[in-house]
């Protein structure tokens, strides 16, 4: 389980949903990847969940490991990328420590549908960079556990690690934490570490959530029931 420090956060934030928004913003607390950030795409809130909206995107997501599933297409990732996102406004701390209970119903291989935590995400129009860990929404082989570091222009993304298989996937009432404290970043499923890695790029900004674009109208399939974080010096 993800342990906290012995000491006070300087900032914390706790959320259930309860205000049906579109997009989130809980008086301001809250940025938004079309709203704020204008090149991606943003969370919206309604009955206790928060989901991303239709993505944008004009070009179909295409992955190398479809090609394992049968779409015989290899090579890097293609896409437009408008990732729903929504991160916190103000100053945070640097260790961040986030967790979030995971809605998903309908899963489906058709889609690579994600919940995101967003560590030290910096948000600005038409630049956005920080970490990212995410699992897919998919209990089969299929399921995957990652962490990214965004470079700060729409589609311009760095994999740090990623991890393949039925253990990293995840369904409805599961819960994902996130931490990166200094130069770690990891993420843990129902108090287990399921992946970790160290990058030194970004060291500070906002915590938040996301989902992966390009999902057509599953979007509504899947997301957060609650969103919790605490922050440190």
């Given at each position: 389980m993800m342990e906290l420090p012995k000491k006070p956060p300087v900032r914390s934030y706790k959320t259930e949903?309860?205000?049906n928004e579109t997009p989130i913003s809980e008086g301001g607390l809250w940025l938004n990847g079309r709203k704020d950030g204008i090149d991606w795409c943003d969370i919206l809130v309604r009955d206790g969940v928060a989901f991303g909206e239709v993505s944008r995107n004009q070009t179909a997501e295409r992955r190398a490991e479809q090609a394992a599933l049968g779409a015989g297409i290899e090579g890097a990732p293609v896409g437009d990328y408008d990732d729903p996102t929504a991160v916190l406004a103000g100053k945070w701390g640097p260790d961040q420590y986030g967790k979030?209970?995971?809605f998903s119903r309908n899963q489906t291989d058709k889609y690579f549908q994600e919940v995101q935590i967003r560590l030290r995400h910096n948000m600005?129009?038409?630049s956005c960079n920080g970490y990212e860990?995410?699992?897919r929404c998919l209990r089969t082989d299929e399921g995957y556990a990652?962490?990214?570091?965004?470079n700060g222009r729409v589609g311009d993304f760095t994999s740090l690690a990623k991890l393949v298989g039925r253990q990293y996937g995840v369904g409805d009432g599961d819960l994902i934490e996130a931490?990166?404290?200094?130069?770690v970043i990891t993420g843990y499923v129902n108090g287990v570490k399921s992946i970790s890695?160290?990058?030194d790029k970004i060291k500070s900004g906002s915590p938040g959530i996301g989902c992966n674009f390009g999902v057509g109208n599953t979007n509504i399939d899947h997301g957060f029931r609650s969103f919790e974080v605490d922050t440190y010096e």
């Amino acid at each position: 389980m993800m342990e906290l420090p012995k000491k006070p956060p300087v900032r914390s934030y706790k959320t259930e949903f309860k205000r049906n928004e579109t997009p989130i913003s809980e008086g301001g607390l809250w940025l938004n990847g079309r709203k704020d950030g204008i090149d991606w795409c943003d969370i919206l809130v309604r009955d206790g969940v928060a989901f991303g909206e239709v993505s944008r995107n004009q070009t179909a997501e295409r992955r190398a490991e479809q090609a394992a599933l049968g779409a015989g297409i290899e090579g890097a990732p293609v896409g437009d990328y408008d990732d729903p996102t929504a991160v916190l406004a103000g100053k945070w701390g640097p260790d961040q420590y986030g967790k979030a209970r995971v809605f998903s119903r309908n899963q489906t291989d058709k889609y690579f549908q994600e919940v995101q935590i967003r560590l030290r995400h910096n948000m600005s129009p038409r630049s956005c960079n920080g970490y990212e860990v995410f699992w897919r929404c998919l209990r089969t082989d299929e399921g995957y556990a990652e962490i990214v570091r965004w470079n700060g222009r729409v589609g311009d993304f760095t994999s740090l690690a990623k991890l393949v298989g039925r253990q990293y996937g995840v369904g409805d009432g599961d819960l994902i934490e996130a931490s990166v404290v200094g130069n770690v970043i990891t993420g843990y499923v129902n108090g287990v570490k399921s992946i970790s890695v160290v990058d030194d790029k970004i060291k500070s900004g906002s915590p938040g959530i996301g989902c992966n674009f390009g999902v057509g109208n599953t979007n509504i399939d899947h997301g957060f029931r609650s969103f919790e974080v605490d922050t440190y010096e």
